[in-house]
């Protein structure tokens, strides 16, 4: 029995090392493993988007970098999340020179009053016109507007020539619908995920 019992440690001892040298590999090789296998415990979206984006950099040590001007969004924007404070103007899909599609790919169809897109990360997001600087597909969270308390989300697909700067027009189902929202001053943006 004695034999039995020591030859059990034994095996037990090498299945430990074993797993313990595996663990050290995996450490080692830089590799993250997720064995999460839905996402209902996640922090936020924003969270799980910046995880994958900047890979191994811990969410909690992710700073987001404020700037002010459109130079410094296109210089550190494709490294980390930016914010800025910019205006709010809306247009609809049937304002003048408006061909009811936006510019930029999937280049989904707006004439019929679809001004949501729907993203893989983000989910139901609005359709934004922003300043080329903010290359198509990133995702931009909003805040400080008068229509809405919420945090708003939007993806830029969409240009225009007014559209420079710190100015990012949103999507409304008319032209008309713009009217109420007017110019927004003060609105704070920061780009949570850079382009596609």
Known sequence: MKKLF??????LTVVCVFLILSMILVVASGKKVNYTASTSNAISLQAMHFEAKYDDTNVEQLQVRSVSTM???SLYGATSPVSFVGQMTAYGPDC???GGTVSCPPRPIVANGNIYYQDETYGSVRILAADKRIPCG???EITNVSFTSEKLYGIVLDRGGAVQGNVIDLLVEREADGYSIGRQKNVNYTVVRWGW
Request: charged share 25%.
């Open 6 to 11: 020591v030859r059990l440690l034994e095996g």
């Open 71 to 73: 130079e410094e969004v």
């Open 96 to 98: 003048p020179g408006c």
């Open 138 to 140: 990133s995702i931009i």
